[in-house]
């Protein structure tokens, strides 16, 4: 069952929560749009043929603010959910085609919660906003509400008591970045540009199917949501992708007003043509976005293939854009096929970001599988030696070189290209990098999708050698600092007893921890944080395990609500997974199993909330 991050009762899914695995959010591959949007859709374009027989009601309204907001309840059968539209004002509802409809459990009496369909696109405008298949008795058609703030401090719930204020609702993460409201998937197009770090991501909100969702932040810990960037076309999701800059406006879409950065955004858009790359392009810091041109003549597949999630970045050595593109290829997608067969990537180029061509296709046994990502790290921090870094969704990663046309991996066995994995296992997919980091930081930052809480949190990677060759490290990015609170929580030198569980007084929610122990060759140890088990120093009984090296463990833990993060000796292993911890869970402890074991050092600090 998964948590609500919303309120401490039963809600509706139409507050935020990430898709669970299996759920359309887990894409698999293109699908008919019927089916697709059956899946996708749900109750939202549903509408009971009993429309035209229960009660209809209809006002104008002055769209004022950013937020149409409005009270649910629980969900009742498809056919009877209440139906909500808008329409350009004066129109007639009967003729004219709504600008939005979507399914809306309407309550004014057993309020669960409260949603919003972002109306900034209709900003200063007067709408005509219609319910049909409305119930008398649930009410909630009068405390519908139009605002620039969404949860107002006056907000109540059925019994009168003041509804949780945004982001400090029971169980949402508070360091890791959530949605307001929908569901959450992928990363796509992070790109800086204007001075900001900008994350868009899958997001299916209450009152459309999926689309871009889009943050803004200066340090990578704040965010602030905005209005929805790119909503899919009619009878289309939009499904995932990347965002570059164009400084030189090698594109033309630069407007003359434009005095900052032009974003464009690459993004596949499937439905009734099963599935085909496009682009938008963004005059004003992405707060919205005009279609392009489509790219499927561009970002061409091989005759019998398709596929979807475009990487663009400029590759600096050929002077050319290079777009990394998931390409499913013909036929069944098991067992080792030849070049041309099989699922793996496609490597395009391009010099004005409008018209494309096809360099080469790369395949791997059993993969590459879909959200490409692509970019070059210096080995061991030396910027003149580089290797380019191939990954796929589930965090699996090559290494080699590339000329601009062709990516030539390091390592082969038996004929094909030999891959590692980022995580040991745990809640980690769709990881992509920001685009366009200034020279002047250098840093490649990636984030990943949680699966269940979220995202996970921003990190560094590095590319450094160890006695089994290059890897990638991950780290927390330093901007994490400024969530520490003062208060610092320390222990060195401490022998652990065997058998016995030691406690340390650490009363905090949210923690960073770090946790170097001096360990016998075998010396199993249970590290214990706010419920969340961690066990070290043995492969027995142990799904992730973390031996000793040199006599030592080293580990560091982010914990936040809903997400537990392990990185162990500097970032070589990372291991993200789920939590279970709660508020009024704080306990911090070690037990020694076996063997012998000392705390050289345990620092903690606690975090401050960064909403």
């Known amino acids: 069952m998964m948590r609500n991050w919303w309120s401490n009762k039963s809600a509706v899914r139409e507050v935020w929560r990430p898709a669970r695995v299996g759920e359309p959010g887990m894409r698999c591959v293109p699908i008919p749009s019927a089916t697709l949007l059956a899946a996708l859709y749900s109750l939202m374009v549903a509408v009971s043929a009993a429309e035209d027989t229960t009660p209809v009601r209809s006002r104008e309204l002055g769209i004022t603010g950013r937020f149409l907001i409005y009270p649910v309840g629980e969900r009742g059968a498809a056919k009877e959910m209440p139906v909500l539209e808008l329409f350009e004002a004066g129109s007639d509802p009967a003729q004219a085609k709504p600008l939005r409809k979507w399914a809306a459990p309407l309550s004014g009496k057993g309020v669960r919660n409260w949603c919003f369909s972002d109306v900034f696109e209709f900003k200063g405008r007067k709408l005509t906003l219609r319910v049909s298949n409305y119930r008398e008795d649930r009410g909630g058609w009068d405390k519908i509400t139009v605002a620039d703030e969404f949860m107002p401090k006056s907000l109540t719930d059925a019994d009168g008591v003041q509804v949780h204020s945004l982001y400090r609702e029971p169980g949402r993460p508070q360091f890791h970045f959530t949605p307001m409201r929908g569901e959450l998937n992928d990363p796509n197009g992070l790109v800086c540009a204007n001075g900001q770090y900008h994350l868009f991501f899958q997001h299916t909100p209450v009152d459309s199917p999926k689309s871009w969702g889009h943050a803004v932040s200066d340090d990578l810990l704040h965010w602030k949501e905005m209005p929805i960037a790119i909503r899919a076309r009619s009878n289309t999701t939009a499904y995932s992708g990347s965002a570059i800059v164009d400084r030189d406006n090698v594109t033309g879409l630069k407007s003359g007003d434009n005095q900052g950065d032009l974003i464009i955004a690459y993004f596949t858009h499937c439905g009734h043509r099963g599935g085909y790359e496009c682009m938008s392009f963004s005059n004003d810091n992405g707060l919205t976005f005009k279609h392009g041109p489509d790219l499927e003549d561009g970002l061409r597949h091989p005759p019998g293939h398709m596929g979807r999630d475009p990487k663009v970045l400029w590759h600096e050595p050929s002077k050319r854009w290079i777009a990394v593109v998931w390409d499913r290829g013909p036929g069944p997608q098991s067992g080792r096929r030849g070049p041309d067969e099989g699922q793996g990537v496609i490597f395009c180029s391009s010099k004005d970001l409008l ?56 390592s082969i066995k038996d004929g094909w290209p030999v891959g590692f994995r980022q995580t040991r296992a745990g809640r980690f997919y769709a990881a992509q990098t920001w685009n366009d980091i200034p020279a002047a930081d250098g840093r490649r930052i990636q984030i990943a999708w949680n699966g269940q809480a979220g995202m996970q949190f921003p990190c560094e990677l590095t590319l450094r050698t160890t006695d089994g060759g290059l890897r990638l490290f991950t780290h927390p990015v330093r901007e994490i600092k400024k969530l520490h609170k003062d208060k610092v929580y320390r222990w060195d030198h401490v022998k652990l007893e065997r058998g016995k569980r030691l406690s340390f007084d650490v009363d905090e929610d949210l923690l960073d921890l770090t946790l170097v122990l001096k360990v016998s060759d075998e010396a199993p140890i249970d590290l214990h944080v706010h419920g969340d088990r961690l066990r070290l120093g043995t492969t027995k009984e142990c799904e992730f395990p973390l031996l000793p090296r040199n006599g030592r463990i080293s580990v560091r833990v982010l914990q936040d609500r809903g997400s537990f993060e392990v990185f162990a000796f500097d970032g070589e292993i990372y291991i993200p997974l789920g939590s279970n911890s709660s508020p009024a869970s704080r306990q911090l402890t070690l037990a020694l199993m076996d063997g012998e074991a000392t705390i050289e050092s345990l620092e903690v600090h606690g975090l401050k909330p960064a909403w």
Do not use: H, M
């Open 355 to 410: 018209r494309w061509k096809n360099e080469s296709r790369f395949i791997a046994d059993k993969g590459p599988y879909e959200c490409p990502e692509f970019f070059a790290l210096p080995v061991d921090g030396d910027k003149t030696r580089v290797r380019w870094i191939l990954q796929e969704a589930s965090g699996r990663y090559f290494i080699g070189e590339f000329d601009g046309r062709e990516f030539k991996p390091d």
